[in-house]
C-alpha cells in the first residue's frame, strides 16, 4: 500500500511540474537530490563503519557479554514470560546495546531476531503477546546514549558543533523509555483487570 502511495505521489509531482512548465526545475532538483544522496551515504558509511567496528571489538573482548549481564535482570523484569536462557532474551539485550550505541541499522536484524523468537513463545499467533508489546514500546522510544546516526550527519553537512545534540538526545530518549514502559505497563494491568 505504501509503494502505491509513493508511486502516485510522484506521478501527481511529475504531472503538476509538466502542466506548470516546471519539468527543468524538477529535473534539477531530482540530480541534486541524488548527489546529495551520494554525498551523505559516503559520510555515514565511515561513521557507521567506525561504530559498527568498536561494537565488534566490544564483543570479542566480551565488554558486550559484560553489558548483557548487567542488564540481564531488568530485562528479565520487563519480559517474564520469556524462559531464562532462551534466544530471544539474547537478541533482545543485543537490540537494546545497539540502539543505545545509536547503530539503528546494526539493531534493526537483532530486533527482526527478537520477534521471531518471540513469535515462538506466542500462545495465539495471530496476536501479539505481552513480550512482544514491551519490545516495541521500548525499541520505539530507543534509549541512546550516544545517537551516533545523528552525529554523522550532522558531521557531513559540517554543523559547527555537532556532538551538542548528545545530552538533550540521552534525556529526551529516557523520558521517552520511561513513558513506554509506563504505559505498556498500565495498558497490561488494565487488561488483567479486565479479564478478572
Known sequence: MINLIWVALTVIGLLFAAMNGKMEEVNGAI???????????????????????LMRIAQESGLLQSLTGLFRPLAKRLFPEVPEGHPAM?????????????????????????????????????????????????????LTLVPTMVLSIRMSYRSSSPTEIVIPTFLTTVCATIAAILIDRYFYFRRQRRKK
Open 31 to 53: 540530480l541534486k537530490g541524488a548527489q546529495e544522496a551520494v554525498t551523505l551515504c559516503i559520510g555515514l558509511i565511515s561513521v557507521l563503519v567506525f561504530w559498527l567496528g
Open 90 to 142: 539474547g537478541y533482545i539485550l543485543s537490540n537494546m546495546i545497539a540502539n543505545m550505541f545509536g547503530l539503528g541499522n546494526a539493531a534493526t536484524p537483532m530486533g527482526i531476531k527478537a520477534m521471531e523468537e518471540l513469535q515462538k513463545l506466542n500462545e495465539d499467533k495471530k496476536t501479539a503477546s505481552r513480550s512482544m508489546v514491551t519490545f516495541l514500546a521500548l525499541n520505539t522510544s530507543g
